[in-house]
C-alpha cells in the first residue's frame, strides 16, 4: 500500500517562508512523476508544481513560478516545496502526489497538473498566510 505524508505547514505573515515535506512509502514504489497541489476554501485543486524523480526537471505553475521550489530526495522518497515570498493568496490546503510510471515520458507528462494526473495522493497540510 502507498501512503504519501505531508507536513511542514503553518501560519506565516506575508514575505515569510515555509518548507513542505511529503514522505512516500510503500513496499518497492517509485513514482517516476511527483507534485504539488493546493485547495483554497470554495476552490478546485490546483497544481502547484511537479518534478521527474529521475532527471530533477520541474515545472511550475505561471503563480509561484521564482518564488516556489519544487526538489526530490531520492535516497529518502521524500518530495520538497520550498516556498518564498508567501503571500495570502497562497493560503491553502498543500497536497503531495505521486504519479506511476507509465508508458509516456515524466518530461512529456510534466506539465500535466490535472488532479487526474497522479495516482496517490497525500491527506495534505495547512498552509495559511496572513497579510
Known amino acids: 500500500q502507498v501512503e504519501l505524508v505531508e507536513s511542514g505547514g503553518g501560519s506565516v505573515q506575508a514575505g515569510g517562508s515555509l518548507r513542505l515535506s511529503c514522505i512516500v512509502s510503500?513496499?518497492?514504489?517509485?513514482?517516476?512523476?511527483m507534485g504539488w497541489f493546493r485547495q483554497a476554501p470554495g476552490k478546485e485543486r490546483e497544481g502547484v508544481a511537479a518534478?521527474?524523480?529521475?532527471?530533477?526537471?520541474?515545472h511550475y505553475t505561471d503563480s509561484v513560478k521564482g518564488r516556489f521550489t519544487i526538489s526530490h530526495d531520492n535516497a529518502k522518497i521524500t518530495l520538497y516545496l520550498q516556498m518564498n515570498s508567501l503571500k495570502p493568496e497562497d493560503s491553502a490546503i498543500y497536497y503531495c502526489?505521486?504519479?506511476?510510471?507509465?508508458?509516456?515520458?515524466?518530461?512529456?507528462?510534466?506539465?500535466?497538473?490535472?488532479?487526474?494526473?497522479?495516482?496517490?495522493w497525500g491527506q495534505g497540510t495547512q498552509v495559511t498566510v496572513s497579510s
Open positions: 502526489a505521486a504519479d506511476s510510471p507509465k508508458e509516456a515520458s515524466c518530461r512529456w507528462r510534466l506539465p500535466l497538473l490535472r488532479t487526474e494526473d497522479f495516482d496517490y
Open positions: 510503500g513496499h518497492t514504489y517509485s513514482p517516476y512523476r
Open positions: 518534478i521527474c524523480t529521475g532527471d530533477g526537471a520541474t
